[in-house]
């Protein structure tokens, strides 16, 4: 029996490190959010984000991995009045998920997001 190979890109497929072709390190235009964004960059698509400044807005990475964590403490940027959630195993991202992890976010930043009213 022939083994069998998945044409879909790898992680190291879609991000490309290289800033040198003005892409920020962002390849895949099927993700909807480029490694190492911030708050700041999904100005626009989160009305609420409209109270922020813009300093405290590139003070809070969204997260970009493919798998949410077991154990970890997350927030739906898209529904915070869900509030803060964890997992007991780890489970797979959709491509357009917005997702913050509670220990990248600033602790005076992460109180303010989880008590932030929606538009």
Do not use: C
Request: charged letters at 25%; zero cysteines; hydrophobic letters at 35%.
């Amino acid at each position: 029996m022939a083994d069998t190979y998945s044409n879909a890109p790898g992680p190291e497929q879609r991000y490309n490190n290289s800033m040198s072709d003005g892409n920020l390190g962002y390849s895949d235009p099927d993700l909807q959010v480029p490694p190492g964004a911030t708050l700041a960059d999904l100005r626009g698509r989160l009305p609420w984000l409209d109270t922020w400044s813009d300093e405290d807005a590139r003070r809070v990475p969204v997260f970009d991995g493919s798998m949410l964590t077991a154990g970890a403490i997350y927030a739906d940027l898209e529904n915070l009045e869900a509030g803060p959630f964890t997992l007991d195993h780890e489970q797979p991202m959709a491509k357009d998920d917005l997702f913050i992890a509670h220990h990248e976010v600033p602790q005076d930043l992460w109180d303010r997001l989880v008590q932030t009213p929606m538009a």
